[in-house]
Structure formats: C-alpha cells, structure tokens
C-alpha cells in the first residue's frame, strides 16, 4: 500500500487550482443514468471514487469514458440494473443510482451500505420518500430491491432531518415522475443546486434547489447535456487550512468564495487573512494561531467535510478550541493520530476538546477516512520531522493529486508505491 512521506515545518507558498467537485461529480454522472444520448461532463477530478462509479455504471450496461477532467457517459439500455456489494462498500455514494434507475428503469437492487468509518450513515429516509413515491421496496440478503409496477408518482416528502444524498436521489427520481414532488427539510448544499443544474439542462422542472424546499414537475424524458462542474469547496478549504498552518500564503484559484463563507468566518477568526480575488481566494497564515470553538452543520453552516482539517489547525493554536460534531457521531478517527504526533485533545461523545501545543512532532500515522487524511498531511505539513501517513488510498478517493499540489506550494511531501 502507497504511503505519504512528509517532511514538516516549511512554509506554502504560490498558487494552487481547486479540481471539480467530488461530491457534486459522483450524483450528476449517476443522472446521466436519466437521460437519452451522451452526457459530457468537463471538470471532473481524476479521483478513485469517480473511476468507482464509472465502474458500476459500466457494470450496469452504460459506455463510460473517462479523460484527465472529462467524462463522456451513454446510457442507450440498462441491462443490469444492480449496485453490488463489492462496490457499495468501498464507496456509499453508489447508492445515488437507486433514484435514476427507479425513475428511467423501473427497478434496482442497490447493496445496503453498512456502516463506516465516520458512523452509521443509514439511507432509511431515501427508502421512506421512494415508497411515498410509489415504489415497492423489499430488503433481502443485504440488499434493497425496488421496483416502480405502477411508475413513481409525485409527492409531497418532508425529510426528517437534511440528507445530501438523500435529497439528490428522490430529486432525480422525482424528475420523471408522473406530476409535482415537494421536498421539505432538503439539503441545502451546493452540490445538490450544481445537480438541479445539470438535471435542469437535460429538460427537468426543478425549481427551489439551495433552498429547504424543492419542487419537481416530473417530465416525461430527458436529453443528455453537457456540463462542467464545480470546484471542489472541500479541497479549497483544506488548502485554506495548509496556508494556515504553515503559516505560508497560497492563492487558491477557482475556490468559489460564496460556497465557502463558513469556513472563511471560522478561519479568519483562527487569525488566517483571507482576501477574496473573484473566484480565487488568498489566504495567509498567521504568526499564531488563534483558538476558536467550531460546531459541524449542514450548509450553510461549517461543513463536517472540514472538521478533521480545522482541528489539525487547532491542535497548533493558542488556548482552547471546544469542536462538536453534529452530524456524524462517529467522526473522531484522526484525534488518536493527531495525538501521536503530540496534540492534546480529549473527546468527550461528540465533543473534542482540543489545547493547543506550540508544535507537533512527525510521527507514522494511518489515514482512517478521507478527511481525517487531509488531517493527517495537514498536521504533517506544520510538524517538526517526518510524518509517515499510510492507508493513503482514503486519500486518493477525494484528493486530485494532492501530493503533486503541495510540493508545487514547496511542501516536501512524496509518495512512496508499494
Ligand atoms: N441520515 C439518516 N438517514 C438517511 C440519510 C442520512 O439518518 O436516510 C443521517 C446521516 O446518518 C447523517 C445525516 O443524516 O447523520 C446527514 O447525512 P447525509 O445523508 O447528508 O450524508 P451523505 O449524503 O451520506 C454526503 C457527502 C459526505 C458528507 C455528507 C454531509 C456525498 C457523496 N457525500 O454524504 O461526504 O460528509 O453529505 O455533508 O455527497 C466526504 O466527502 O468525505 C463525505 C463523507
């Protein structure tokens, strides 16, 4: 298994360009499972989760072609209408093909996810808006089986709580359904606006995405688009953070400020000066960083995708940094490494409490998940020494590059393949 070696304690500097969007590439190359004809997507990250969802459409019948930063996806039939086990496991976005195969198809046998690193991540609320929808759904041997004997009918749905992917799948199940679906309680996130975007270019009715309510006037086909997509805000805050901790200064160019305004909030009162360029932003760091509390919300407030970078942050400020994370429990795996390399946090449930060192030591760790990696090379970057992360395939499913990108800002940071 390939590992990062990094060299601590020098500072960024230069210019770094944010890749598309994880998050908002993985549910459009899923809807291109709606339309009749050639979806080309541009901007899309050279990352393992895409070349995994490239796969299981693939394996469902589509022609996928994947480029540095293109996609080209064809989808005339769908001969087998399956997400198995092997992939949903190895990434649970896989389960954004429930909706569209539902909608255009009229049947899926999705894998249950299962648990994983950061938590439960149950998808009982996409199941619950499916069966409003009309759907018949059986669970067996670990798998949901759903099928549509009558079409799916809109409805009127209010999430229980906001789910991401759960408000992507029923927005593209609801594109073909027969009349109006209401979506109340949505997720709010930027990525689910770039998807009613795309959607909306194939012919689709959906109005209100970004907001808590989304409405949908089922159409009865959709034509294949092309689109780009957007940066990457996860990335671009992560690189905020890299400025920050190295106390270096980084533009990051395409970061899409607007999307960002939490973090920068939360980075600037960590003492980091962040001046906005357009679509880029300048971020440098400060001589000290300042200790700041920190409670994980869906958008717009500060995004759980950030929380293991901003703690690295503040595992070097001044004082005490109280970091709560609200919507997975379970998302604490990097504070036993981040101890390892001497930070002082202590959890307490969904709680870290986190005191401030005057430095880090580079010591091995091991990558648990993806932003917990982030964590890890971004407490690596500002350490004294050597940092060793392994199990950096978390890395590779959500990072474009990253190594490659932070020795061009002068991290010394390498990858050694095994
Ligand atoms: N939830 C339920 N039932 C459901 C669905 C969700 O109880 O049916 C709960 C979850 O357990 C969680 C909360 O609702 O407590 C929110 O989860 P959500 O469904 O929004 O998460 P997700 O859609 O599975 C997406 C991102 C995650 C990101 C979260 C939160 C994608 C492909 N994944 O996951 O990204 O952390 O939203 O913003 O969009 C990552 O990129 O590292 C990552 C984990």
Redesign the pocket.
């Known amino acids: 298994m390939d590992k990062i070696i990094i060299e601590g304690g020098y500072e960024l500097k230069g210019e770094v360009t944010v890749s598309g969007a ?2 908002a590439a ?1 549910p459009i190359m899923a809807a291109a499972l709606l339309a009749e004809g050639t979806t080309r997507l541009e901007n899309v990250p050279e990352l393992k989760d895409i070349a995994t969802i490239a796969g299981l459409l693939r394996h469902m019948g589509a022609r996928v072609e994947l480029w540095p930063g293109r996609a080209e996806i064809e989808v005339d039939q769908v001969d087998n209408p399956v997400a198995p086990y092997e992939l949903v496991k190895t990434m ?2 896989s389960v954004l093909v429930l909706g569209p195969l539902l909608a255009r198809h009229g049947q899926a046998q999705v894998s249950l996810p299962g648990g994983c690193a ?9 199941l619950k808006a499916l069966e409003a929808m009309g759907a018949k759904i059986t669970l067996d041997h670990g798998y949901v089986n759903a099928e549509t004997p009558d079409g799916l009918k809109g409805t009127e749905f209010f999430f229980d ?6 408000t992507e799948n029923i927005m593209m199940a609801a594109v073909l359904a027969q009349g109006r679906t209401i979506l109340r309680n949505a ?1 709010k ?1 930027p ?1 689910v606006v770039d998807l009613a975007a795309v959607l909306n270019r194939m012919g689709a009715q959906i109005s209100g995405a970004g907001g808590d309510v989304i409405t949908i006037d089922g159409v009865t086909s959709l034509k294949a688009t092309d689109y780009s997509i957007m940066p990457d805000r ?1 990335e671009a805050g992560t690189f905020m953070v890299a400025a920050g901790i190295t106390r270096g200064r980084v533009l990051i160019k395409g970061a899409s400020p607007g999307c960002l305004t939490a973090v920068t909030k939360k980075l600037e009162q960590a003492g980091l000066v962040i001046e906005e360029k357009g679509p880029d932003l300048m971020v440098t760091g400060p001589e000290r960083i300042t200790s700041v509390d920190l409670k994980t919300k869906p958008y717009p407030g500060f ?3 950030m929380q293991a970078q901003f703690m690295a942050l503040m595992c070097l400020a001044n004082g005490l940094s109280v970091v709560t994370e609200t ?2 429990e379970n998302r604490f795996m990097h504070v036993s490494e981040l101890k390892r390399m001497g930070a002082d946090i202590r959890l307490s449930g969904n709680t870290a409490i986190v005191t401030g060192v005057p430095f880090l030591s580079g010591a091995p760790v091991m990558a648990t998940d ?2 917990a990696s982030a964590s890890l090379i971004l407490g690596g970057l500002a350490a004294k020494g050597q940092t060793e992360v392994s199990r950096v395939y978390h890395i590779d499913r ?1 990072y474009e590059r990253i190594e490659q990108k932070l020795s061009a800002l002068g991290a010394r940071i390498r990858r050694i393949r095994a």
């Open positions: 994880k998050n993985l649970r976005a950061i938590g439960p991540r149950p998808i009982n609320l996409h709580q906001p789910t991401v992917t759960g997720a996130e990525e996860i995004p759980t995708d919507i997975f993806l932003r959500g």
